[in-house]
């Protein structure tokens, strides 16, 4: 197996990750991605990079003989005024704000587009991981009730439409009401919003109401962005007063699994994978 290069954002995702690569004995090297990367990662090979700084980059995978390269974990939007690039980002800077005007999908594939002429192979973290994936069915103990199905299909296809219109990846919809949706913000930032709700037509810890449902957009570039749930989902989505999160079977990681399962069993929150939907 191919020598890997870990592109690390923030969140744990790349943490864990760096954690399944040392315990299954496959070689590594984490290029953590300054102002984002957990400090925990510094106890890996690797070094400190800038978001501009693609020759850096390059150069270290090269040394660590690195042949793949997987990106994991949160990177926002950069302020490309304020970047400091290398001569190599110099080169690649201006490509990156064209893409960018496109959306955040067009930015990513400008991005792998740079690796992969440079000869690196792309690995999503789900093939990392293979068993990151959510699989079908119900994940742990807690099971949706005949109620909640209605509100598992509307937003799963209300997820799935803003996917397709390019906004975001998750929606809330609770009693056949769409509670949010979410867009730039990202899913914590949309829980906290149902959160503060009036519970009157929101669900609480005595009667959970309510599913969060999660999609990939059909454009979406699934070997670096695949929609994450993790502790902090499920944290959220009881503190909300949903009764569970709806995703796709293989397009949904989870991070951490059997401490998101411990989380969702002890809350009451379910947690169910769904088959695709086949794209035209």
Do not use: W
Request: aromatic share 4%; hydrophobic share 45%.
């Amino acid at each position: 197996m191919r020598k890997l290069g870990l592109i690390a954002g923030g969140g744990a995702l790349p943490v864990e990750l760096a954690s399944h690569c040392e315990a299954a004995g496959r070689a590594f090297s984490v290029m953590r991605l300054r102002t984002f990367a957990d400090p925990a990662l510094t106890r890996y090979p690797g070094v400190e990079v800038g978001l501009g700084e693609f020759g850096k980059i390059f150069k270290a995978l090269r040394a660590e003989g690195c042949g793949v390269v997987c990106f994991a974990g949160n990177v926002s939007r950069p302020d490309f005024s304020a970047l400091m690039p290398d001569a190599r980002g110099v080169k690649v800077l201006p490509s990156l704000i064209v893409a960018a005007r496109r959306g955040d999908d067009a930015l990513l594939r400008r991005v792998l587009d740079e690796f992969e002429k440079e000869g690196f192979e792309i690995e999503g973290a789900h093939e990392v991981m293979g068993e990151m994936t959510l699989p079908r069915g119900r994940l742990g103990r807690v099971s949706p009730a005949p109620a909640h199905m209605a509100d598992i299909d509307k937003a799963l296809m209300v997820a799935r439409e803003i996917g397709r219109l390019d906004i975001g990846q998750g929606a809330v919809v609770c009693e056949g009401l769409v509670l949010a949706v979410e867009a730039q913000e990202g899913t914590d930032a949309m829980l906290r919003r149902v959160a503060e709700l009036p519970e009157a037509i929101r669900g609480r810890a005595e009667r959970r109401l309510g599913v969060l449902a999660k999609a990939p957009k059909p454009i979406q570039e699934t070997r670096v962005d695949l929609p994450t749930i993790g502790v902090a989902t499920i944290q959220r989505a009881a503190r909300a007063g949903l009764a569970g999160i709806v995703g796709e079977t293989g397009r949904l990681l989870v991070v951490d699994r059997e401490a998101v399962i411990a989380a969702a069993d002890d809350l009451g929150v379910f947690v169910l994978g769904v088959d695709p939907q086949e794209q035209p």
